[in-house]
């Protein structure tokens, strides 16, 4: 059964912006840390960005200064506001905790062409 679902990808140009969402469980919010992930073709999954508890967040190099991670318990939810695109950012883009303790979602298509 799905516990994680992420939605909002879709195509872009170059330097456009996205917002992406992920539905999650309790599971993953009692972690103590939850994190977005991606996976372009032929590569291997990578950790983007993660955020803890109590807000602290951490970005990849290739991202920082480009994407914000948010979450609200509330709502169950956690986002990935992404600006400035480029076309090495083109993936899956996968939520889950950190580490990564969940089964895998299917993921939402991110794609940045001119």
């Known amino acids: 059964q799905v516990s994680l679902v992420e939605s909002g990808g879709g195509l872009v140009q170059p330097g456009g912006s996205l917002r992406l969402s992920c539905a999650a469980s309790r599971t993953i919010f009692n972690s103590y840390s939850v994190g977005w992930y991606r996976q372009a073709p032929g590569k291997q999954r990578e950790l983007v960005a993660r955020?803890?508890?109590?807000?602290?967040?951490n970005y990849a190099d290739s991202v920082k200064g480009r994407f914000t991670i948010s979450r609200d318990n509330a709502k169950i939810t956690m986002y990935l506001q992404m600006t400035n695109l480029k076309p090495d950012d083109t993936a899956v883009y996968y939520c889950?905790?950190?580490?990564?303790?969940?089964?895998w979602g299917q993921g939402t298509q991110v794609t940045v062409s001119s």
């Open positions: 889950n905790s950190y580490p990564q303790l969940m089964d």
């Open positions: 955020i803890t508890n109590r807000g602290a967040t």
